[in-house]
């Protein structure tokens, strides 16, 4: 992927690279600024990965080039992370410096940054097994995973993603998801190495769909990649003024279930769209492929996984870990030529990468967790979760482990965490807590303990607190049904 980002800048340098916030940066300039940047790499001691907080912004893309020229592994993190559960993670993955993409000590100018440009044209070969990206999951089990990527499983990713979407040289491709999610993979680091122009979205607009329709339709993007959520607020906003975007070729959403009711729309947005039903995990990478009918768009039928792409192996397992064979439900184990070697840190003593259970072999595959249907003729759909996994706004989360933060703290005596209809993002996390007799726990600081020890996703929109004792089941489980029903009744807060 670097090789053909550094090819490409050489030779076409007042190319547009970046679009953000009104500011266009060309591929020399944003060449420039990685190699001054590695100045910053040349100053730590020893070889061991870095971490840069992924904090949306040109200054942050070009340091993580910096890294790649330097064959630096690094470890990207979201910004939004609880400061427990970074230093959790800088330890995991031995990190020996943090680095600030807003510190930008060293040259500036386009005239220092020519004296900064130092190197061999070409990077240098990555030492054995060192990984290039040290990514992370959305931290659906209380702490994030780190996930590392070779940069082979990322050269492989950024070829197919650029055939499979027609991204080259002046291609247009939206950026709307925060730098450290995998879809990063094909948003930015794609675009790049093909020539591309990347238009990132800034976090205030994220949640605005005038803002991100204005943005699109300002720029003709022409790939457009997003959750559900985010297709969902640019299709309510363009009923308000009636646009068209007819420059999207292919509009792709990933990350959760797109509800019929916003496919049906996303035609008479975009008339010229291919529109793709993408499914991956972060360990795998992107593993299957549909494109979308205009029938499947007016049915506003679940949608099939689609086909595995080029390289992609996958099995469904039964209750008893046998492989499913014909039509059934079972978890999905899939390998792609994308995918991590496995976790670091605490995490790496889990069993979810695991070769064939007949077949045996090197191959490993990974333990989705998530249940598949298999129909008749083969197609397969998703049909949930082997455990209390959802997904809020695009990102998995685990609802008993925030409801084991929420029992840390020295005032909660129960907690139930129910994941609840929200209009704009599909889910929403919502707590029910009984506190300590005599003890004035508010609201207020049990989101702050949260903060400090979870992801944002994870962090319930509303904490109610109450004095009696939650509903329990007849083995003695809080029932998080009727804990819903008795605090919110319609379904949803009000």
Request: proline share 9%; hydrophobic share 40%; with cysteine.
């Amino acid at each position: 992927m670097i090789g053909r980002f550094l090819a490409h800048a050489r030779r076409d340098p007042r190319a547009t690279a970046l679009l953000w916030r009104g500011e266009e940066v060309d591929y020399g300039t944003l060449l420039r600024r990685a190699q001054a940047r590695r100045t910053r790499l040349h100053r730590i001691a020893g070889d061991g990965p870095v971490a840069v907080p992924a904090v949306k912004s040109p200054e942050t893309v070009a340091l993580v080039l910096a890294c790649l020229l330097e064959r630096r592994p690094l470890l990207l993190p979201s910004a939004t992370l609880g400061a427990d559960a970074l230093e959790r993670l800088y330890d995991e993955a031995g990190v020996c410096a943090v680095l600030d993409p807003a510190d930008t000590t060293g040259p500036h100018t386009d005239e220092e940054e020519d004296r900064a440009h130092t190197g061999p044209a070409t990077p240098p070969a990555p030492p054995t097994g060192r990984p290039a990206l040290l990514l992370t999951t959305s931290g659906s089990t209380g702490q994030p995973k780190i996930v590392p990527l070779g940069a082979a499983a990322v050269d492989t990713f950024v070829h197919w993603a650029a055939g499979a979407f027609g991204i080259g040289p002046g291609c247009t491709v939206l950026n709307y998801a925060p730098l450290n999610f995998d879809l990063c993979l094909l948003d930015v680091w794609t675009t790049l190495a093909h020539g591309g122009r990347v238009v990132l979205v800034e976090a205030d607009q994220a949640l605005s769909g005038p803002r991100l329709l204005a943005l699109l339709d300002a720029h003709r993007a022409e790939v457009v990649q997003g959750v559900p959520m985010f297709f969902r607020l640019i299709t309510d906003a363009a009923a308000d003024t009636a646009t068209v975007l007819p420059s999207v070729r292919h509009a792709v959403f990933t990350g959760d279930t797109l509800p019929g009711p916003v496919l049906a729309r996303l035609p008479r947005l975009m008339p010229a769209a291919r529109l793709h039903n993408v499914y991956g995990c972060t360990e795998t990478n992107d593993s299957f492929w549909h494109e979308v009918t205009d029938a499947q768009a007016e049915a506003r039928t679940p949608l099939p996984l689609g086909r595995p792409l080029p390289g992609v192996d996958h099995f469904l397992t039964d209750d008893d870990g046998h492989v499913l064979q014909g039509p059934g439900t079972g978890e999905l184990l899939v390998s792609t030529p994308f995918q991590s070697d496995g976790y670091l840190g605490a995490a790496a003593a889990a069993q979810v990468f695991a070769p064939h259970p007949s077949r045996g072999g090197a191959r490993r595959y990974f333990r989705s967790g998530d249940l598949v249907r298999r129909h008749p003729d083969g197609t397969l759909t998703l049909e949930g979760r082997t455990d209390h996994q959802v997904k809020v706004r695009g990102v998995r989360v685990n609802t008993q482990e925030v409801e084991s933060v929420l029992l840390a703290h020295p005032d909660v005596t129960e907690a139930a965490v129910l994941a609840l209809p929200d209009p704009v993002a599909g889910r929403l996390l919502h707590a029910v807590v009984r506190r300590a007799a005599g003890h004035r726990l508010n609201s207020l600081t049990l989101r702050g303990h949260l903060a400090r020890r979870l992801p944002r996703a994870a962090v319930p929109s509303t904490v109610r607190i109450t004095d009696d004792p939650l509903p329990r089941t007849s083995t003695g489980k809080v029932d998080r049904s009727l804990a819903a029903q008795a605090h919110f009744p319609q379904g949803e807060p009000t």
